[in-house]
Structures are given as structure tokens and as C-alpha cells.
């Protein structure tokens, strides 16, 4: 490998808020902020979902509300519904 071309490869600690849970993965990111885990500082990234909350890996079924947009549809097309004669 050729000198000075590659990002710098260290272990961070991202930590994904929704499930509240830690992981030390291995990236080239360079965040600001510093957290202690497990007795070692490492860089420190948080993640609004990752696989520990998201529905699909957690096999949770969650419903979008949808009323505003049904309302909405209704309301804009309910002229064509009823065609008086």
C-alpha cells in the first residue's frame, strides 16, 4: 500500500439512541466527541437507529399513522366519487 493515501482505520463507539445500545465497530470516521467504554476512551458516534432498533431486524411491527394522508385523498378526490345525474 502506498504511504499517506488511506484514512486513518481506529475503533469507534457508536451508540444508537432508540434502543440505547453500544457497539465498537472499526471505521474511518473521525468524530469529536470521546466516550469511556468498557475502561477505554474511544471516539464516539450516536445513531438514531441501527439494527438493534429497527423494525425490520427487531421483527417489531410498528404502524405509521396514515389518517392525514387518507383525509387528505378524500378530500381532494371526493368530487369524483359521487356523479350526480
Known sequence: MRANIHPDYQTVLFHDTNA???FLIGS???PQQTKEYQGQVYPYMVLDISSASHPFYTG?????SN???VANFNRKFARFSKKKA
Open 60 to 64: 417489531e411491527i410498528r404502524q405509521a
Open 67 to 69: 389518517e392525514g394522508r
Open 28 to 30: 474511518t470516521l473521525k
Open 20 to 22: 440505547d445500545a453500544y
